[in-house]
């Protein structure tokens, strides 16, 4: 995902708390511990969520941002230092932190074993059979998030993505597949790799293949 930063204010940031970003259900995931097992599954996937969702509103923030400064019907066409488009930037300092701290908690903590089980996280287990690599395992995670939940809910992907039994990659002229990959943080490339027919996991119906994955890359 991103690197690591560290901040002095863990909740704060320039632009507030990140709180005002999340789903009132997932807001107490800030006050996890960084280290340590996971209680059960549906706290391991709340965090992914909480991640999830903050990379969707960091991608959403920025390219608004860029939209009002780069229209021309747009009030701050050429203004980059107008207050709206500078009280939206200010919020992305906390989200990239946050973005930060979960990624790197769902690092230490997901491979351990849960408290309840007495087993890793059933996404662990899933990604260690199948010998995922890190963008494998960004990339199948967003997808579960596709499906499952509703982080992607403030960006229009354009189609289902290409997850047990959904549509293909690519639907007509929209590049879900190209923004999906801008949100999380992964290359084409990885994502090209990622559906390949013969990957195991493609072969065992996971994650459907995509023949025309990258047809439609600028």
């Known amino acids: 995902f991103y690197s690591a ?56 923030l920025s390219s608004e941002c860029s939209q009002r400064v780069l229209s021309y019907s747009s009030h701050d066409f050429a203004d980059a230092e107008a207050a709206t488009v500078q009280r939206a930037l200010g919020g992305v300092p906390a989200i990239q932190e946050w973005i930060d701290r979960l990624d790197l908690r769902l690092r230490a903590r997901g491979p351990l074993p849960l408290v309840d089980t007495g087993l890793p996280p059933r996404f662990e287990r899933v990604c260690a059979t199948y ?29 289902q993505v290409s997850y047990a039994g959904s549509a293909t990659m690519y639907a007509g002229s929209s590049k879900p597949g190209v923004t999906l990959a801008s949100i999380i943080g992964v290359t084409l490339e990885e994502l090209s790799a990622f559906q390949k027919a013969d990957r195991r996991h493609v072969k065992q119906g996971i994650v459907l293949p995509s023949s025309q994955l990258l047809a439609e890359v600028p």
């Open 131 to 159: 010998e995922l690599t890190q963008a494998d395992r960004t990339l199948l995670g967003a997808l579960l998030m596709v499906r499952t939940s509703h982080a992607f809910t403030a960006v229009k992907l354009g189609s």
């Open 5 to 60: 930063t560290s901040m002095a204010s863990p909740k704060m940031s320039q632009g507030g708390s990140v709180q005002a970003y999340l789903p009132s259900n997932l807001g107490s995931i800030l006050d996890d511990p960084e280290e340590g097992p996971f209680e059960n599954n549906r706290v391991f996937l709340n965090t992914l969520e909480a991640l999830v969702t903050l990379q969707v509103c960091l991608f959403k």
